[in-house]
């Protein structure tokens, strides 16, 4: 089974940026779709931008414009690029693959 681990998570202000990277032990291209979730302290965990192998994304109206995600398949990773962030972003950023493969998280605050 595949195996995800997350990086790049942190404390930054409102307006700041923040990259997280999910490195997959299998092979990125292999991966038909990879996401990326969240879930804010007493909220259900919600999906907040995806990938296909094909390119084709996917984004939660509330970072639409603001996120993007990406994926490398030479270096096999998978990003989230978070610009303009909001303190409403606090959360724990989870790496998904094809649906049933989690991440450990990754707590990202942002504060006001």
């Known amino acids: 089974q595949v195996q995800l681990v997350e990086s790049g998570g942190g404390l930054v202000q409102a307006g700041g940026s923040l990259r997280l990277s999910c490195a997959p032990s299998?092979?990125?291209?292999?991966?038909?779709?990879m996401a990326w979730y969240r879930q804010a302290p007493g909220k259900e965990r919600e999906l907040v931008a995806a990938?296909?192998?094909?390119?084709?994304?996917k984004y939660a109206d509330a970072v639409s414009g603001r996120f993007t995600i990406s994926r490398d398949n030479r270096a096999n990773m998978v990003y989230l690029q978070m610009n303009s962030l909001k303190p409403e972003d606090t959360a724990v950023y989870y790496c998904n693959a094809d649906e049933n493969t989690w991440g450990q998280g990754i707590q990202v605050t942002v504060s006001s």
């Open positions: 990938i296909t192998n094909g390119g084709r994304t």
């Open positions: 299998a092979r990125v291209w292999r991966i038909i779709k």
